[in-house]
């Protein structure tokens, strides 16, 4: 049964950067979560391959800049701040970037390691 079913493997992640972005912490800090965040997340995939599991959907971080509660608390009048495109937040925008390469990055190493299985990265 497990290897006939597609495993969504997420959204992992979002309080290990929710709550310090709410709570204002400095993104360089928040920027040193990331890689055990993405050791979790491959974590569990490894441990759904024991489990049987063939076929992995797992989706990337969104892009977190442009949530009205972060338009909010880190609201700016330096439009600099802002991606001109979307009006969302640019550190925070590049942070969700940073994060979905490390992700990325990591399928990759585990989709070499197990060439049969199919890992979709949804973005």
């Avoid at 497990?2 to 959204?11: A, D, I, R």
């Avoid at 309080?15 to 890689?35: G, K, Q």
């Avoid at 995939?45 to 509660?69: R, S």
Wanted: contains cysteine; charged residues 20%; negative net charge.
């Amino acid at each position: 049964m497990m290897n006939k079913s597609l495993f969504l493997v997420g959204e992992i992640g979002g309080s290990d950067y929710n709550v310090p972005l709410t709570s204002l912490v400095p993104v360089e800090e928040i920027r040193s979560f990331a890689p055990s965040v993405i050791s979790k997340i491959s974590s569990i995939i490894i441990d759904l391959i024991g489990l049987g599991a063939k076929t992995l959907l797992v989706p990337g971080n969104l892009p977190i800049g442009c949530l009205p509660v972060y338009l909010t608390l880190y609201q700016s009048d330096n439009m600099g701040d802002y991606e001109p495109e979307t009006g969302c937040i640019r550190w925070m925008n590049e942070f969700s970037r940073y994060h979905n390469k490390l992700l990325v990055d990591e399928l990759e190493k585990i989709q070499k390691l197990h060439p049969s299985l199919s890992i979709i990265y949804a973005d």
